[in-house]
């Protein structure tokens, strides 16, 4: 058993399946998806503010293409 939980992608598997287990038997579906959806905005946001600091960087060699 001790060497089965040492191997990483085993464990990572455990570890999902108790996870999912959890959100099904406590019914936090809707949470999970409110969490989902809120985290693909960020996801977005947080790219279009490293688009800003680049452009804001490099503004003077912009404007020379």
């Known amino acids: 058993m001790r060497r089965l939980w040492e191997n990483r992608f085993l464990r990572g598997m455990a570890v999902i399946a108790v996870v999912s287990l ?33 452009w804001r960087e490099r503004r003077s060699e912009i404007e020379t293409w």
């Open 22 to 54: 959890g959100i099904v038997l406590l019914s936090l579906e809707n949470a999970l998806l409110t969490a989902g959806a809120l985290m693909r905005i960020a996801f977005v946001l947080g790219i279009a503010f490293f688009l800003f600091l680049l």
